[in-house]
């Protein structure tokens, strides 16, 4: 059974930076693509950033590219994503998924395979 835990959300002020982690265990945490999504109050489930299972590829939305940055520490089986220059509207929660199998990352929810129970991040102004 493939579990997948997020820490580290919290309240930070607009301007401000925040690290989120997210934990996954079961088969080789080396084998899994990892993703972030986030998701507000009314709105859909969005992509944020993904990383290929070896760490050699990275990918981001438009809305954080520049601000956020996504990495893996294989032998911590974790993966972080490191947030600066919050905005109010990065308010969210944001929920970590594994995608097992050394297959490709992929900006789509629906190619993932385990999630998290999410993390509550909220940016004030």
């Known amino acids: 059974q493939v579990q997948v835990v997020e820490s580290g959300g919290g309240l930070v002020q607009c301007g401000g930076s925040l690290r989120v982690s997210c934990a996954a265990s079961?088969?080789?945490?080396?084998?899994?693509?990892m993703g972030w999504f986030r998701q507000a109050p009314g709105k859909e489930r969005e992509f944020v950033a993904a990383?290929?299972?070896?760490?050699?590829?990275?990918a981001y939305a438009d809305s954080v590219k520049g601000r956020f940055t996504i990495s893996r520490d294989n032998a911590k089986n974790t993966v972080y994503l490191q947030m600066s220059n919050l905005k109010p509207e990065d308010t969210a929660v944001y929920y970590c998924?594994?995608?097992?199998?050394?297959?490709?990352?992929?900006?789509?929810?629906?190619?993932?395979?385990?999630w998290g129970q999410g993390t509550q991040v909220t940016v004030s102004s």
């Open positions: 998924a594994a995608r097992a199998g050394y297959v490709g990352m992929s900006t789509s929810s629906e190619r993932y395979d385990y």
């Open positions: 990383i290929s299972w070896s760490g050699d590829t990275t």
């Open positions: 079961g088969p080789p945490f080396s084998s899994y693509a």
